[in-house]
T-cell receptor, first 117, second 117 residues
Framework: AQKITQTQPGMFMQEKEAVTLDCTYD???????LFWYKQPSSGEMIFLIY??????QNATEGRYSLNFQKARKSANLVISASQLGDSAMYFC??????????????FGKGTKLSVIP | GAGVSQSPSNKVTEKGKDVELRCDPI?????LYWYRQSLGQGLEFLIY????????KSGLPSDRFSAERTGGSVSTLTIQRTQQEDSAVYLC???????????????FGPGTRLTVL
């Protein structure tokens, strides 16, 4: 069974500082994808970044980067120069093949990030 | 708009009544997923559609839950004889294909908040 663990229920960060959100995963599938989504108070799930299990380099998207350590089964999200607008819930998710042709996402419980001025 | 849309945005119903939740995926997206987000359980997969067929219904919590998709587009999630534990936000997501071996983001709709009194 697939499992995603996010150990930080909530975090406070000073504006302009870098922040790391932790994510560990468990799967026996050799092929999988890891995603980070942002969910502001409006409720919409916003895709941030993707890392494939066979990708050799860590993914980066603007201020977001993913610290992928395959041997440790971790996929931490790093947000550089945090902004007030980064305050939201952040979900780590893993996509694997369910065996029925479905590639649904398995989500962690999320981390609530609050950026303060 | 070009994104995933869901209706209604909010639904309040009485215990025992049936409800229908609608999802309009992004045009051309063949894969469609329903998820449920609740305080106690986090984000859970419910059902997956590829075209009009649902090869993976493993996440549906009981036989009171059903879903269909017509014309490879619109999907309806139906909950019969609603219970208070059905109260949650129901999220729909679509992706271009169901391919799991490449970057294939799931785009989420804004969700339907269901409250069962």
């Amino acid at each position: 069974a697939q499992k995603i663990t996010q150990t930080q229920p909530g975090m406070f960060m000073q504006e302009k500082e870098a922040v790391t959100l932790d994510c560990t995963y468990d799967t026996s599938d050799p092929s999988y994808g890891l995603f980070w989504y942002k969910q502001p108070s409006s409720g919409e799930m916003i895709f941030l970044i993707y890392q494939g299990s066979y990708d050799q380099q860590n993914a980066t998207e603007g201020r977001y980067s993913l610290n992928f350590q395959k041997a440790r089964k971790s996929a931490n999200l790093v947000i550089s120069a945090s902004q007030l607008g980064d305050s939201a819930m952040y979900f780590c998710a893993m996509r694997t093949n369910s065996g029925a042709g479905s590639y649904q996402l398995t989500f962690g419980k999320g981390t609530k990030l609050s950026v303060i001025p | 708009g070009a994104g995933v849309s869901q209706s209604p945005s909010n639904k309040v119903t009485e215990k025992g009544k049936d409800v229908e939740l609608r999802c309009d995926p992004i045009s051309g997206h063949t894969a469609l997923y329903w998820y449920r987000q609740s305080l106690g359980q986090g984000l859970e997969f419910l059902i997956y559609f590829q075209g009009n067929s649902a090869p993976d219904k493993s996440g549906l919590p009981s036989d009171r839950f059903s879903a269909e998709r017509t014309g490879g587009s619109v999907s309806t999630l139906t909950i019969q004889r609603t219970q208070q534990e059905d109260s949650a936000v129901y999220l729909c997501a679509s992706s271009l294909t169901s391919a799991g071996f490449s970057y294939n983001e799931q785009f989420f709709g804004p969700g339907t908040r269901l409250t069962v009194l």
